[in-house]
């Protein structure tokens, strides 16, 4: 269905939004509670929403961590029913303490269709994008 792709790009480009100009509520809403989230700079996967939550929390008032920019690229969204698969390539400058950096990343966001038609991220994972360091 067309409203169900255009529906879940919008959700998807709302998170990416809200990440991308430091709204965190904003952002941490557009996941479901029980959320799991795989990133390549984390020991461990996370099984929740409150979890992520929490370690953004430490980012910030340890190393002074924040978005500055976010860019989304490449972008596939694949239909499952009640499930869809976002997958693209994302740049993002960041800053901490020590500076400002740009990171070239994959990501894939899975959401899933709730009862009441809303799309929620159910499941996030990040990986360094090779293509962006070959050369």
Not at 90 to 102: F, I, Q
Request: charged share 25%; net charge negative.
């Amino acid at each position: 269905m067309n409203n169900d792709h255009d529906t879940v790009l919008a959700a998807a480009d709302a998170l990416i939004a809200a990440f991308a100009e430091g709204r965190t509520d904003d952002y941490f809403a557009a996941f479901a509670a029980d959320a799991s989230f795989v990133f390549h700079t984390t020991d461990r996967r996370l099984d929740s929403t409150e979890e992520y939550r929490g370690l953004w929390h430490r980012w910030s008032e340890e190393d002074g961590f924040r978005v500055l920019a976010c860019d989304s690229k490449g972008r596939r969204l694949q239909l499952l029913g009640d499930t869809a698969v976002f997958t693209h390539s994302v740049t993002t400058r960041v800053a901490t303490r020590a500076g400002e950096e740009t990171l070239h990343e994959r990501e894939t966001i899975v959401f899933h269709r709730t009862g009441d038609g809303t799309w929620l991220a159910v499941h996030e994972h990040l990986s360094p994008d090779p293509a962006a360091t070959a050369g």
